[in-house]
C-alpha cells in the first residue's frame, strides 16, 4: 500500500488489483469467523481510508469454479476446502456487493470471455467517463 498504491494514487495515476482489501474482508472477515467489524478495524491503519471507486466481482457458482480450476490443473489447499466453504466466500462477496451497490459491478462470470471483458470495459468506461 505505502510502496505502490498510495504513490500511484497520489501522482492520479490509476491503480488495478486482482486482489485487496475486500478479499481479507471476506475470506478471513466473513468465510473466516472473525467479523467484518475487526477486520476493518485491523486493516484500516494500512488502507487510511482509501477504497477502491470500483470492485468488480465476477460471480460464479462455486461448483463451475471449482471444476475450472481443477481442470487448469489447480489443486491447492484453498480447492481442499471443500464446496461449503467457496459457497461462504461467494455468499461473503455477494454480501460486500450488496451492502455497496455503488462501489460494486457484479456480472456473471459464466459468460464467455469475451462478452464478460466488454461488460467490464462498457461499465469502466461509464463510470470514469472514458470514450470508445
Known amino acids: 500500500m505505502a510502496r505502490v498504491i498510495l504513490p500511484a494514487v497520489t501522482a492520479g495515476r490509476w491503480v488495478l488489483c486482482d486482489r485487496f482489501a475486500d478479499s481479507t474482508r471476506v475470506y478471513q472477515g466473513l468465510a473466516g469467523g472473525l467479523g467484518l467489524e475487526l477486520v476493518d478495524r485491523l486493516q484500516e491503519p494500512a488502507l487510511g481510508g482509501l477504497r477502491p471507486d470500483l470492485t468488480v466481482l465476477l460471480d460464479l457458482p462455486p461448483e463451475t469454479g471449482l471444476r475450472r480450476r481443477r481442470a487448469d490443473g489447480g ?20 454480501e460486500l456487493a450488496r451492502r455497496e451497490p455503488g462501489r460494486f459491478l457484479v456480472l456473471d462470470a459464466t459468460l464467455a470471455e469475451d462478452r464478460l471483458a466488454d461488460r467490464v470495459w462498457e461499465e469502466v468506461r461509464r463510470r470514469f467517463g472514458l470514450g470508445g
Open 75 to 94: 489443486d491447492g489447499r484453498f480447492e481442499a476446502k471443500g464446496l461449503d466453504y467457496h459457497r461462504r466466500i461467494r455468499e461473503g462477496f455477494l
